[in-house]
């Protein structure tokens, strides 16, 4: 089963088939290593994470680069104002970020670039972009990218050169430097002593630095060739950075760029956009601090189809974990089962769940709908069951569907480490005193548990341990 996707490009779905018929190559936005991602900036990655899982399930091979964008104001400002290098400030971030894609369960990709180790490819782009007069250097030093010289400029968001202009014009410039046009942009920043005090590259243009733009480009024809089959990133990236991607990738390399865009939409919060100002700007820390697990968070983040805008409130993730609650009651119900029944209650129930998420997903990744169809499962099994009527071969068919199905949504199956007989023990020990009605002992066996990282979660089987996943705090 082929793959359709939305194409921001063409506006429409389109099947997705590989460039080279075997294997597809994507290209994703990643994080700016500036400060600890928000919860807005992972609804697109897990939404970038469900792309990917699905195209495995429905057969295809995928090779995915996401970038590590180390160089860029933010970045440079911070490390200055702490007095630190670079690769010192950015670092201890960069480490977050990878423990929040494991919190999440995101799927590790094939390649995770870092903009700094790219510097002689960008170099290279500019200096043919400026052979070709496409691009030129400004007054101030600074290499600049001339949009006039690329005709098809503002394909992407579908907008002319100039609606694209009068858009600048009122809001201020992302590059503050002199240049010809004013939706020209800067391929190479050059090196400004008073700002960046020490932070530069040389280049046959004069020190400086690449532009943000440049960075995605160099990284992504390097490690997937110049013409790819996805590339995919948030709504917000669309213009200017995609489009710019595109002039530049394509004026280098005389291919198309990407076949096929991807844009993630806007998470809000409580119906308002993001902002620290607002006072509602969360961060998987925040949400792990009130006792939420990576896989309640990773459930709300893809519940929502991934063009439709996301609205977080406390409530909707209180709906993921009792969504999760319910899948985990039915694996719970399944793995009960013990009378193998001579009996064929299942199958068509089963075949039809299977066919519409199937179906479901490949349209476009409607996740809501695949959805639907798990959860319609789960009620006609439940009431089998209530009738007694599922057999243990039966449950194991179901079990397998949904180990199968959750190679795309990473929520189901948690890993569990396995648990010290000590703790396991204690645990054993605390329900006896409870049983003999000695509170305080029972206290001190479940803080012993607690402080070893578990805790005590009720069951239709009776209590069990679970690790609590944590995620290391950067020190200040």
């Keep these: 089963m082929h793959l359709k996707i939305y194409n921001t490009e063409s506006r429409n779905k389109e099947e997705v088939l590989p460039l080279d018929g075997k294997t597809i190559h994507m290209y994703t ?13 992972f609804r697109t990655y897990v939404a970038e994470d469900l792309l990917r899982r699905s195209l495995k399930l429905l057969g295809y091979q995928i090779v995915q680069a996401m970038n590590i964008t180390d160089i860029d104001d933010k970045t440079i400002k911070a490390a200055i104002a702490q007095k630190v290098s670079l690769h010192e400030y950015t670092r201890p971030y960069e480490e977050a970020f990878f423990e929040d894609l494991h919190f999440l369960n995101i799927e590790p990709v094939e390649y995770y670039p870092r903009a700094t180790e790219y510097i002689e490819e960008m170099i290279l782009i500019i200096q043919k972009l400026l052979e070709l007069k496409i691009a030129y250097q400004g007054v101030d030093k600074s290499i600049y990218f001339s949009i006039a010289k690329f005709p098809s ?13 009068a858009g600048i014009s009122n809001r201020m410039s992302e590059d503050e ?6 939706a020209d ?3 190479w920043k050059a090196y400004d002593p008073e700002k960046e005090q020490g932070i530069y590259w040389d280049s046959p243009f004069g020190p400086g630095r690449p532009g943000w733009h440049i960075e995605c480009s160099a990284m992504a024809m390097k490690l997937l060739g110049s013409s790819i089959d996805i590339h995919a ?10 489009e710019n991607e595109i002039a530049q990738s394509e004026a280098f390399s005389c291919s198309h760029f990407v076949k096929y865009w991807v844009h993630i ?5 409580d119906h308002k956009k993001m902002s620290k100002s607002l006072g509602n700007f969360y961060t998987l820390r925040d949400l792990i601090a009130k006792g939420y697990e990576g896989r309640h968070i990773r459930y709300l983040l893809l519940q929502t189809h991934y063009r439709i805008q996301l609205n977080f409130t406390f409530r909707a993730l209180e709906a993921a974990r009792a969504s999760l609650q319910r ?4 694996i719970i119900r399944l793995k009960t089962l013990t009378k193998d029944l001579e009996i064929d209650s299942t199958t068509d129930v089963l075949k039809a769940a299977e066919e519409m998420f199937y179906l479901h997903l490949a349209d476009d990744l409607n996740i809501s709908a695949a959805l639907a169809a798990l959860f319609e499962l789960i009620r006609q099994v439940n009431t089998l069951c209530d009738e007694k009527r599922v057999s243990l071969n039966e449950a194991k068919r179901i079990f397998t569907f949904l180990q199968k199905i959750d190679t795309v949504l990473g929520c189901i199956f948690v890993e569990e480490e396995s648990i010290p007989e000590e703790l396991q023990e204690a645990l054993r020990l605390r329900q006896h005193a409870r049983r003999e009605k000695n509170w305080k002992l029972a206290d001190s066996y479940r803080d012993k548990i607690q402080t070893r990282g578990y805790c005590i979660e009720d069951s239709p089987q009776g209590p069990r341990l679970k690790k609590m996943r944590t995620i290391k705090k950067k020190k200040p």
Excluded: W
């Design 29 to 41: 936005c990643g994080p700016t290593i500036y400060n600890y991602a928000h919860i807005g900036n």
């Design 153 to 165: 400029y503002g394909r992407l968001s579908h907008l002319c050169l100039d609606q694209l202009e």
């Design 177 to 182: 430097y002199e240049k010809e046009n004013i």
């Design 185 to 187: 942009f800067a391929l």
């Design 233 to 242: 990133g948030g709504v917000d990236n669309m213009f200017p950075h995609h």
């Design 265 to 269: 939409e806007h998470l809000l919060i």
């Design 327 to 330: 899948i985990d009651d039915f």
